[in-house]
C-alpha cells in the first residue's frame, strides 16, 4: 500500500521560509512524478510543481518559479518542498502527491497535506 | 499561460439525477492528460478519471469522462448521496504548468 506521510504543521513570520517534507513507502519512488499541491482556506487546488526524482530537475508552476525550490532524495525515498520570502497569502495546507504513472502526471496517491500558517 | 474554467462553479442536485460537469481550456488540451479529482471538507483530493476518460482504480462506472481540444465534461450518471463534494479538473503532463480548474461545487438540493 503506497503511503505519503508529510510533515507536521508550521507556523512561519512573514519573510522567513518552510520547508515540508514527503517521504514516499509503499511503492516505487524514482521514476514516478511528486507533484506539490496548495490549497488556501476556503479555496481551489494549486499545483505548484513537481520533481521525477530519478531526473532530479524540478518543474515549477510560473507563479512559483523564483520563490520555491522542490528536491528528492532518491536514498531517503522522500521529496521535498521549500518556499520562501512567505506572505499571508501563503498560508495554506500543502499537499504532496505522486504521479499514477511514470512521469509528473495525475496523481492517485496523496499525502495528508501540511498546513503552513504565516503570522505576524 | 493554460487556463482551466469549469462549470458552472455550483451544482444543486439531488440522488439519483444525472450530474454533468463541464472544464474548458483556454487552448487545446492533448486529451491523455485531463485528469478529475473529488475532494471531500477535510480531505486530500481523490483521482477519479485520468486521460479524459479512464477511471481510477476503484471509481464506479456510473462516473464517466468525455471530451477533447478545449471542452471536457465528466458525467455522474445517477448520483448516490457519496458524490456530493467538490470537483476539479487538471490539465497535466506536457510542457504546460500542470494546471487546475477552479472547481465545481456539488451539492444536495
Known amino acids: 500500500q503506497v503511503q505519503l506521510l508529510q510533515s507536521g504543521a508550521e507556523v512561519k513570520k512573514p519573510g522567513s521560509s518552510v520547508k515540508v517534507s514527503c517521504k514516499v513507502s509503499?511503492?516505487?519512488?524514482?521514476?514516478?512524478?511528486i507533484s506539490w499541491v496548495r490549497q488556501a482556506p476556503g479555496q481551489g487546488l494549486e499545483w505548484m510543481g513537481g520533481i521525477i526524482p530519478t531526473f532530479g530537475t524540478a518543474k515549477y508552476a510560473q507563479k512559483f518559479q523564483d520563490r520555491v525550490t522542490i528536491t528528492a532524495d532518491e536514498s531517503a525515498s522522500t521529496a521535498y518542498m521549500e518556499i520562501f520570502s512567505l506572505g499571508s497569502e501563503d498560508t495554506a495546507v500543502y499537499y504532496c502527491?505522486?504521479?499514477?504513472?511514470?512521469?509528473?502526471?495525475?496523481?492517485?496517491?496523496w499525502g495528508q497535506g501540511t498546513l503552513v500558517t504565516v503570522s505576524s | 499561460e493554460l487556463v482551466l474554467t469549469q462549470s458552472p462553479g455550483a451544482l444543486s442536485l439531488s440522488p439519483g439525477e444525472r450530474a454533468t460537469l463541464s472544464c474548458r481550456a483556454s487552448?487545446?488540451?492533448?486529451?491523455?492528460?485531463l485528469a478529475w479529482y473529488q475532494q471531500k471538507p477535510g480531505q486530500a483530493p481523490r483521482l477519479f478519471i485520468y486521460g479524459t476518460s479512464g477511471r481510477a482504480g476503484g471509481i464506479p462506472d456510473r462516473f464517466s469522462g468525455s471530451g477533447s481540444g478545449t471542452d471536457f465534461t465528466l458525467t455522474i450518471s445517477r448520483l448516490e448521496p457519496e458524490d456530493f463534494a467538490v470537483y476539479y479538473c487538471?490539465?497535466?503532463?506536457?510542457?504546460?504548468?500542470?494546471?487546475f480548474g477552479q472547481g465545481t461545487k456539488l451539492e444536495i438540493k
Open positions: 487538471q490539465q497535466y503532463g506536457t510542457s504546460l504548468s500542470n494546471t
Open positions: 502527491a505522486k504521479s499514477y504513472t511514470s512521469g509528473l502526471y495525475a496523481c492517485d496517491y
Open positions: 509503499g511503492g516505487t519512488f524514482n521514476n514516478y512524478g
Open positions: 487552448q487545446s488540451v492533448n486529451s491523455n492528460y
